[in-house]
């Protein structure tokens, strides 16, 4: 006999945050991911939508190595291209699909995967009672991972909008979403953009 999924809760007391969906990651930039232009369109709708309720991360990468610790100094040493000096003007910057909902949307900068790792997000949201993030952007097996473990961890309702998200790994990709759906099934909802429109109506 198969068991029906439990129907999904409603979304309240929500944000929209959109991780790193930042020119450096777009077409030409030096972490190309090859398909956010395929899922740009999904992102920009759901963020115009809930532009006020809508928070974007910059992964802002030092001028130096030596400025990061440990083992991202290995890091930066393998992508010297990323380093602010060698950078072209504005690839920190959001794709300009993005940029031009700012304001009402935000931006949090951060210097390592997790949005959370920017050291007042968790306390904005609770200050304001959020309990739920719908996460979009880029990529799913790399900053999105790092942001959604820090949101379970945290105690936060994760709601994830698979066609509004991206990597360069499809194999990457795909393992995340199914190790969300088997193991994360009380904190992680997954859902489809015209899904997320019916549940979250602010």
């Known amino acids: 006999m198969m068991i029906k999924p439990a129907p999904v809760e409603p979304i309240e007391s929500a944000v929209h945050l959109c991780v790193d969906m930042q020119r450096i990651f777009a077409r030409g930039g030096v972490w190309e991911t090859p398909w956010m232009e395929r899922v740009l369109p999904v992102v920009a709708d759901i963020a115009a939508r809930y532009a006020p309720s809508t928070i974007f991360t910059r992964f802002v990468t030092p001028e130096h190595p030596e400025q990061r610790p440990g083992r991202w100094r290995r890091y930066y040493r393998r992508w010297e291209a990323a380093l602010r000096p060698n950078l072209a003007p504005g690839q920190l910057d959001l794709v300009p699909e993005l940029q031009r909902l700012v304001p009402p949307a935000r931006i949090v900068d951060k210097p390592a995967y997790s949005a959370f790792k920017h050291a007042d997000l968790a306390s904005l949201l609770a200050d304001h009672g959020i309990g739920t993030v719908v996460i979009t952007g880029a990529e799913t097996d790399v900053c ?58 602010p």
């Open 144 to 201: 999105v991972l790092a942001t959604v473990l820090d949101a379970v961890d945290l105690g936060f309702r994760v709601v994830l909008v698979e066609d509004a998200l991206c990597s360069s790994s499809d194999p990457g990709h795909d393992a995340l979403m199914t190790m969300y759906r088997t193991r994360y099934g009380q904190q992680i909802d997954l859902l489809g953009r015209n899904e997320l429109f019916d549940l979250w109506r």
